[in-house]
T-cell receptor, first 110, second 110 residues
Framework: SQTIHQWPATLVQPVGSPLSLECTVEGTSNPNLYWYRQAAGRGLQLLFYSVGIGQISSEVPQNLSASRPQDRQFILSSKKLLLSDSGFYLC?????????FGPGTRLTVT | RKEVEQDPGPFNVPEGATVAFNCTYSNSASQSFFWYRQDCRKEPKLLMSVYSSGNEDGRFTAQLNRASQYISLLIRDSKLSDSATYLCAVPYSGNTPLVFGKGTRLSVIA
């Protein structure tokens, strides 16, 4: 079965600092990969998705970017964090119709 | 516009009660539908997939009404451990990525 790893689990960063969140997947090949954000008390917002290496689709224009350097690796980055970037960042994968989430990274921007 | 709307809740029900949540969707071409369960500060976990008129798994039943474009989740004989937020999800197009509702919070009370 598939396993999704995300790290770190929690992160506190100052405004203006860079960000790099990593997601890796095991037990599957050529999955679709997704980054979602869930702000406090709000729903899941799709940020990026990827159907293959180097293929990234952005759903919401903002100061975040994503990259997929390897088949089972998906990275979320920012050059300068904003207070509004605080939230619960979830990586998800799908290799069929069903989508599964990683454990998430809780980011607090101070 | 692709939207998924849910009863916001919270639903406070006694143990043993039957409770139902509704979810309406705007994409009439959707062929698959999903219910996720999310515990506080955890990732959403897939509870049930619906590809035809409905699905049943133990105390949980999901029913699809294509004409009215809604799916429902019925929980029978509620347990304290059912307390969580229940998210409905529908694909943008094809099979993924998924658009999520904001969730319905359920509290089962002893």
């Amino acid at each position: 079965s598939q396993t999704i790893h995300q790290w770190p689990a929690t992160l506190v960063q100052p405004v203006g600092s860079p960000l790099s969140l990593e997601c890796t997947v095991e037990g599957t090949s050529n999955p679709n990969l997704y980054w979602y954000r869930q702000a406090a008390g709000r729903g899941l917002q799709l940020l990026f998705y990827s159907v293959g290496i180097g293929q990234i689709s952005s759903e919401v224009p903002q100061n975040l970017s994503a990259s997929r350097p390897q088949d089972r690796q998906f990275i979320l980055s920012s050059k300068k964090l904003l207070l509004s970037d605080s939230g619960f960042y979830l990586c998800a994968m799908a290799d069929s119709y069903e989508q599964y989430f990683g454990p998430g990274t809780r980011l607090t921007v101070t | 516009r692709k939207e998924v709307e849910q009863d916001p809740g919270p639903f406070n029900v006694p143990e043993g009660a039957t409770v139902a949540f509704n979810c309406t969707y705007s994409n009439s071409a959707s062929q698959s539908f999903f219910w996720y369960r999310q515990d506080c500060r955890k990732e959403p976990k897939l509870l049930m997939s619906v590809y035809s008129s409905g699905n049943e798994d133990g105390r949980f039943t999901a029913q699809l009404n294509r004409a009215s474009q809604y799916i429902s989740l019925l929980i029978r004989d509620s347990k304290l451990s059912d307390s969580a937020t229940y998210l409905c999800a529908v694909p943008y197009s094809g099979n993924t990525p998924l658009v999520f509702g904001k969730g319905t919070r359920l509290s089962v009370i002893a």
